[in-house]
């Protein structure tokens, strides 16, 4: 069966009884947390996203990925927003995020840099907008960005980590004009990444 939700989602379970068509712009509160099974299929309409200010735990399994993507019949790249997560130790695995327009974004607080403590690991990244990054870390920390597949188009960076401190990314494979940047961030670990990138694969701005 098909649940549609937009507005505020307080803490609550989605799981594999529904597809979720996010019809608005959705938010998880500061507090709250929405958990996502293994193998729930998440579609947004055009230009909708989710903001996630609170906690999103969405870990599927390598049989039984979460997918989040396109409502649209005949999806194209670009066609929903993005996920935006401003709180602190989410966790998403084992998930495809599919025609984005917008990267997958963890923000922390600036000026004052706090760790946000979020895990990205299996994820599969595609089919997104001509100005989308994969994953873009800005003003946190302690993130773990590992076992990804991420292609971006245009010049753009599979992985962009700005200010960002006491980050590990290993693992990853990348099709990018530039693979991984990373600026004015300290205690990076980047190793055992395989990057296809017409630029640079890896850069640091220090």
């Given amino acids: 069966s098909i649940q549609e939700v937009s507005g505020t989602v307080n803490t609550a379970t989605w799981t594999t009884s529904n597809v979720f068509y996010v019809t608005g712009n959705c938010t998880i509160p500061s507090g709250q947390t929405l958990t996502i099974n293994a193998g729930v299929r998440v579609k947004f309409s ?34 929903w927003d993005r996920i935006y997560l401003k709180g602190t130790n989410s966790q998403l695995s084992y998930f495809d995020y599919l025609y984005a327009a917008n990267s997958l974004r963890v923000d922390g607080s600036y000026p004052a840099i706090t760790a946000t403590n979020t895990t990205i690991d299996n994820g599969y990244f595609a089919n997104l907008g001509s100005e989308a990054y994969g ?72």
């Fill in 46 to 79: 055009s230009g909708k996203g989710m903001e996630v200010n609170g906690v999103l735990i969405a870990n599927g399994t390598s049989s039984s990925r979460i997918v989040f993507t396109s409502r649209e019949s005949v999806p194209a790249a670009g066609d």
């Fill in 135 to 206: 994953i873009y870390l800005y003003y946190g920390g302690g993130e773990t960005i590992s076992n990804n597949n991420i292609t971006v188009g245009g010049e753009n960076k599979a992985i962009y980590n700005h200010n960002s401190d006491n980050i590990s990314i290993t693992g990853n494979t990348i099709n990018a004009y530039r693979g991984i940047h990373v600026d004015n961030a300290s205690a990076i670990v980047i190793h055992s990444n395989s990057i296809v990138s017409e630029y640079q694969g890896i850069y640091y701005d220090q």
